[in-house]
């Protein structure tokens, strides 16, 4: 069983950053798409942002221009780099993978509080 587990999740002020990293537990090469997923209080679980195994990368309009999704296939783990947080960012963040056999996996979340 694949395990992902995510981390970098805290409090911060609104303008500030912070760095979600997904370590996965075995080689993120067999992963076709790797991703992540926020849930904010009362509200379901929506994309953020995905890159696929060739790089290629996709945003929520909501955050576009302010977060970068990255990969390391050396190092097995999947990066969100979050800049100009605000209060609509809190949520819980969710890594998820798509293996190329169709299997999907979830990480448990990592907590994020944007407030002043």
């Known amino acids: 069983q694949v395990q992902l587990v995510e981390s970098g999740g805290g409090s911060v002020q609104p303008g500030g950053s912070l760095r979600l990293s997904c370590a996965a537990s075995e080689s993120i090469l067999r992963f076709n798409i790797m991703g992540w997923y926020r849930q904010a209080p009362g509200k379901g679980r929506e994309l953020v942002a995905l890159i696929s195994s060739t790089g290629t990368t996709n945003y929520a309009d909501s955050v576009k221009g302010r977060f970068t999704i990255s990969r390391d296939n050396a190092k097995n783990t999947v990066n969100l780099q979050m800049n100009t947080l605000n209060a609509e960012d809190t949520a819980v963040y969710y890594c998820?993978?798509?293996?190329?056999?169709?299997?999907?996996?979830w990480g448990k979340g990592t907590l994020v509080t944007v407030s002043s």
């Open positions: 998820n993978s798509h293996a190329f056999d169709g299997a999907m996996y």
